[in-house]
């Protein structure tokens, strides 16, 4: 049974940093890919970043959506089954519960929902002005 589980959301002031965790089970992490999406109140679910599978193909590629790239890294360490959104410069319009997300095996990036098949419950980030 898959399970991904956030830690590490919070409140934080704008212009400062913080670094999301997701620990990941119930299946062969390495390979698959993994991503990270937001939902603010009132809209909808979107994505922020993904990663590659970390072995044997297409090692370490990244996708970012266009709001946070420069500002947001995604890392994986697939010895601890874990991916990682380190978030810097945090803004306000960040404000968000955050997800975790499995990649789908049959896909080869990982930028759009329908890459994905597995969620989890999300971590809520919070960003005062």
């Known amino acids: 049974q898959v399970q991904l589980v956030e830690s590490g959301g919070g409140l934080v002031r704008a212009g400062n940093s913080l670094r999301l965790s997701c620990a990941a089970s119930?299946?062969?992490?390495?390979?698959?890919?993994m991503g990270w999406f937001r939902q603010a109140p009132a809209k909808e679910r979107e994505f922020v970043a993904g990663?590659?599978?970390?072995?044997?193909?297409?090692?370490?590629?990244?996708y970012y959506a266009d709001s946070v790239k420069g500002r947001f890294t995604i890392s994986r360490d697939n010895a601890k089954n874990a991916v990682y959104l380190q978030m810097n410069s945090l803004k306000p319009e960040d404000t968000a519960v955050y997800y975790c997300?499995?990649?789908?095996?049959?896909?080869?990036?990982?930028?759009?929902?329908?890459?994905?098949?597995?969620w989890g419950q999300g971590t809520q980030v919070t960003v005062s002005s």
């Open positions: 997300a499995r990649g789908r095996y049959s896909s080869n990036v990982f930028y759009r929902g329908t890459d994905f098949d597995s």
């Open positions: 119930g299946y062969s992490f390495s390979n698959y890919g």
């Open positions: 990663i590659n599978r970390g072995i044997n193909r297409s090692a370490g590629g990244t």
